[in-house]
């Protein structure tokens, strides 16, 4: 394997938990600070299936997502009937116990890792995952469940007004990004081969939030570029050596500062043909409006 | 529509950028590869041991280079973080040609990156502790992988020899960061060692990473009264332990790792005062005669005195590189790791003055280290010098 | 031993406390998390160690000073983010992603400076320890306890008795009324980063005092988040409240259950008290902030 198709593979295992944080944030306007949990969750299930029980690579990718998945409703199931910020204390919990856990557990390696998970995945398989990814996200998005996150997001009360279980939509675009994080850690724990509690915490949970920000809260197009052109960003100042997270942090703070609404705004990328005219009216002002200041 | 599709367009030519970056390779000089963590909350050490690195390489190169060559040290960064360390393995190997890679002193980078070397077969020589990271399993050794100070199980077993012996101590305690493998695995050593040779750990208590309040904790082992309390973290985490232990009247004597052999330890205790009577481990005798004259280049050259352990991991081990590479006779990666695995005696600053290591486990052979304690004016007394 | 890690948790608890009200300051007007609050706790403790190393003045001068600093660059952040975000017509939405950016950049740059080094204040300031039997209280605990309840008693003069208080609270009710009844809402937010990056100051100096100075004190602002999350948003008693509610309980919890998991179990404890009082511990149902 090439130095190009490691970062490409690491890119692409980005791209897809940030398109879960899309999801979360973007569209139901939910603040989780335990998306690189969902994704230790994922990594350490599908090694720990890979490795202790001889499970293959999709089987134990498959296990995975659905560690991931159940993981997000037993924090979910009480967190999101209270407040917004609530759940986000949830996800910070859940994050703190899962790097306990995994850091006091034998079975897991400890702090010293899980060593020893084979090395399967390739950049192919990357780029499918993420094609898939990218596909559903788009049509969750144009589904009346995506309509539903959003209407959630600009007004709870009023959505449910409307008829939305806003229960229940929360809790499957939670469970949606859950899963996209597992995936996105089963195939990094078939990357790497190895998994310490390290690799994931609430500062990395917190990269993902800068990183959908960066593209535009409204826009998929935007958090998928954003997650490719960080990453390519923060591997280019490589050479910068200790002024590397200065000027990363300086990129951001000016572009921000040059486009409010990050890249992309709420622009979609729509390959020449008309965009869906039921789209939601996606203006991140809507978003902002959610909190009538 | 135009701005966005110069978006688009600008994303487009960063990825190109991205893989067209970076591919040079010169004939004429060696490239040893570094990867330190330069930013991040472990940046300290790895500047460090770049500053030990670069001194190492511009003196070799002022005398010549070795085999006639100059040497180019590629350093990059790493966050601390184990991704980006076999990010920088893979770049320093397949786009500068390194030929030899330098680092780390983190346990969990060298275990992320060992299978990588596995199979791109250019050697690391490192200071991670952990025995894992050079033997995943017993009896089987990682090729590529060679490490070079005592192991963690080592440190940790040579403290608890000299606080059963030489300090007569019955009871224990251990306080240790449960996130950090350095941590733990030199704790666990000294447990075992402990309580197998008449000893007693009345309590071992772990404490979560990132924790810098450990009253708690601390309260808990005042109740149990041990004569000693072994606390292997880091050097501000460490210094903070013991501040707050006298903080709470405990006067049992501390016991640490060789982070506590440094200025950030006595910074985070608050003083002299506080430190003193603390015993430590580590192989390197900072006021040793015989690094006097590295000492004041070192000074000369970065305007401030050396300030971490970490400036002779990386100074010494280019200098074992010089001496694989000499005796390989070719720049090669397979023939300068065939002469890694057989360095014998070479010369350095750490221990007591050579290097040996073992083909068949690639750490050192019988690497001693001193037993330092602090002394109420600021300096450290080196006690004894233990063999593992 | 119950008694002494009591002292504990109050100890750690009234920290958490300090660092909650600054933080909770701009919570309560503009609905979101400042981030860059973590970045004035971290200037406040490298400029009152800058200003006591090289000025050579006692500590409690040279953190006097400092709070003045850590103010000014308060305000300027919110010259340089929130105020152009808000121009470009923003809500304060994109400026919790524009106050983390800061707070990176700020410790990054700490890093650089500093070389990674940890270092202590160069004179001793309460420092060692005294006893009420056989309680172990440390002077700087004490302080710190102490130097918080007056922080406090300024700071509910200030929002209570004083036409910028009135202000200030009559806009975190709402910025649009307010704006409608002629305040000069810009200066209204840039006075409250002020004043809560004075308050980030005196934290961040005393957190130096406590646990040295180093690039990464600034992390202690996610605490500060928690506390006024628990504690019920908007209120400046709910984040002392939450402050000490959390202290006490992971002093108790590594004292009594596992110290090894008690990040953990701490904030499950606290996932369950909210579900058992939605409405936060200050007990007064507010309106939804993110």
């Keep these: 394997m090439s130095f190009l198709e490691g970062v490409l593979i690491l890119t692409g295992i980005v791209a897809i938990v940030a398109q879960g944080v899309y999801v979360l944030t973007g569209l139901t306007g939910l603040f989780s600070l335990g998306q690189a949990s969902f994704m230790a969750v994922g990594a350490y299930s599908a090694g720990i299936a890979n490795l202790r029980f001889g499970l293959g690579f999709i089987p134990s990718l498959c296990v995975g997502v659905v560690a991931a998945l159940l993981a997000s409703f037993v924090v979910g199931a009480p967190s999101l009937k209270l407040k917004k910020t609530y759940f986000s204390l949830a996800t910070i919990a859940f994050g703190y116990g899962v790097e306990s856990v995994l850091n006091v557990s034998t079975w897991t390696g400890g702090s010293i890792g899980l060593i020893g998970v084979a090395n399967i995945t390739r950049v192919w398989h990357v780029a499918i995952a993420l094609g898939l990814v990218l596909w559903v996200v788009r049509n969750f998005k144009l589904s009346r469940y995506g309509r539903a996150c959003v209407s959630v997001r600009t007004d709870e009360t009023a959505a449910q007004v409307y008829g939305v279980n806003a229960f229940a939509t929360k809790q499957m675009a939670f469970s949606l990004a859950a899963a996209l994080a597992g995936l996105g850690g089963g195939l990094y724990a078939f990357y790497l081969g190895y998994l310490s509690p390290d690799m994931f915490g609430i500062p990395v949970s917190s990269e993902y939030l800068v990183m959908v920000f960066f593209g535009g809260l409204g826009s998929q197009t935007g958090a998928f570029a954003a997650s490719v052109l960080l990453t390519a960003l923060m591997e280019m100042l ?51 409006g959610g909190a009538r200041k | 529509m135009l701005r966005r599709a110069a978006s688009i367009l600008a994303i487009s030519a960063l990825v190109l950028l991205v893989a067209g970056m970076g591919i040079s390779a010169q004939a004429d000089v060696i490239v040893i590869g570094e990867i330190a963590a330069l930013t991040g909350p472990t940046a300290q050490q790895g500047l460090q041991e770049r500053n030990g690195a670069v001194l190492a390489v511009e003196e070799i ?55 990588v070397a596995e199979q791109l077969k250019v050697p690391v020589l490192s200071n991670a502790m952990e025995p894992a990271v050079t033997t995943p399993e017993p009896g089987k050794v990682n090729k590529y992988h060679f490490l070079a100070q005592p192991s963690s ?59 810098v309040d450990f009253k708690a904790q601390l309260t808990k082992i005042k109740a149990s009264n041990p004569d000693c309390i072994y606390i292997p973290q880091y050097a501000q985490e460490a210094g903070l332990q013991v501040k707050q232990a006298r903080e709470l009247g405990i006067t049992a004597v501390v016991l640490g790792a060789n982070t506590l052999g440094v200025p950030p330890f006595v910074e985070a205790a608050g003083s002299n005062a506080i430190v003193a009577g603390t ?7 900072f006021g040793d005669p015989r690094l006097a004259d590295f000492m004041a280049r070192y000074e000369k050259r970065y305007g401030e005195p050396v300030i971490t352990t970490n400036v002779f991991f990386g100074y010494d081990n280019v200098y074992i590189i010089k001496a694989a590479i000499e005796k390989a006779g070719v720049a090669e990666p397979e023939a300068i790791r065939t002469a890694l695995e057989n360095t014998k005696d070479v010369k350095i600053l750490q221990g007591a003055g050579t290097i040996t290591l073992d083909p068949n486990t690639h750490r050192p052979v019988d690497m001693p280290a001193w037993i330092f304690k602090w002394e109420a004016d600021g300096t450290t007394v080196p006690m004894t010098l233990m063999y593992p | 031993m119950l008694f002494q890690q009591i002292v504990n948790g109050i100890s750690v608890g009234s920290m958490y406390a300090l660092l909650a009200v600054g933080f909770s300051l701009v919570y309560n007007i503009l609905g979101i998390a400042n981030f860059s609050h973590g970045a004035m706790i971290a200037l406040g403790a490298f400029f009152s160690y800058w200003i006591a190393r090289y000025l050579a003045v ?22 340089v983010t929130l105020r152009i975000l808000r121009k470009r017509g923003q ?65 509910s003069y200030v929002m209570f008795k004083t036409r910028f208080g009135l202000a200030v609270r009559a806009a975190s009710f709402s910025i649009k009324a307010a704006q409608l009844m002629g305040m000069d809402i810009d200066a209204i937010i840039q006075g409250v980063f002020f004043v809560s990056g004075t308050l980030a100051g005196v934290t961040g100096a005393l957190l130096g005092v406590k646990y040295a100075v180093y690039p990464y004190i600034g992390n202690f602002v996610y605490m500060a988040l928690f506390a006024c999350v628990v504690g019920g948003l908007g209120n400046l008693t709910g984040a002392v409240l939450g402050g000490l509610l959390i202290g006490l309980l992971e002093t108790l919890v590594s004292a009594y259950i596992s110290s090894a998991i008690s990040p953990a179990l701490t904030f499950a404890f606290l996932v369950v008290i909210l579900l058992l009082r939605p409405q936060g511990l200050a007990g007064r149902a507010t309106e939804e902030k993110i």
Excluded at chain 3, 62 to 75: D, K, V, W
């Design chain 3, 58 to 79: 006692p500590v409690p001068v040279a953190i006097l000073a400092s709070i003045a600093f850590t103010g000014l660059s308060s305000a300027l952040v919110e010259l």
């Design chain 3, 91 to 155: 809500g304060s939405l994109y400026f919790f992603i524009a106050s983390l950016t800061v707070f990176n950049l700020v410790t990054a740059v700490l890093v650089y400076i500093s070389r990674g080094n940890i270092v202590s204040y160069p004179r001793a300031f309460l420092s060692g320890t005294f006893t009420i039997g056989n309680l172990y209280i440390p002077w700087i605990d004490a302080g710190m306890l102490l130097i918080s309840i007056v922080c406090l008693a300024v700071l």
């Design chain 2, 153 to 211: 199980i080592e440190q940790g077993a040579i403290v608890a020899r000299y606080a059963l012996d030489e300090l007569k101590f019955k009871t224990a305690a251990c306080l240790v960061n449960k996130g950090n493998s350095f941590a733990t695995s030199q704790a666990e050593a000294f447990r075992d060692y402990f309580n197998a040779n008449g000893g007693k750990v009345l309590d071992y208590i772990e404490v979560p990473a990132g924790a």
């Design chain 2, 61 to 115: 190169n002022a005398a010549g280079g070795v085999l006639g060559k100059q040497i180019k040290l590629i350093t990059y960064d790493f966050k601390g973080q184990p991704a980006e360390g076999v990010s920088v393995y893979r770049k320093l190997v397949q786009q500068d040609k390194a030929v030899v890679i330098v680092g780390t002193n983190f346990s969990n980078v060298n275990l992320a990156m060992a299978p």
């Design chain 2, 279 to 285: 015993y430590f481990i580590n192989n390197v005798h």
């Design chain 1, 238 to 288: 490589r050479t910068a050596a200790e002024w590397r997270v200065i000027l990363y942090c300086l990129i951001i703070l000016i572009t921000l500062m040059f486009r409010p609404t990050g890249l992309f705004g709420s622009w979609e990328l729509s390959f020449g043909r008309r965009r869906n005219g039921s789209a939601p009216p996606d203006s991140p002002g809507a978003l902002a």
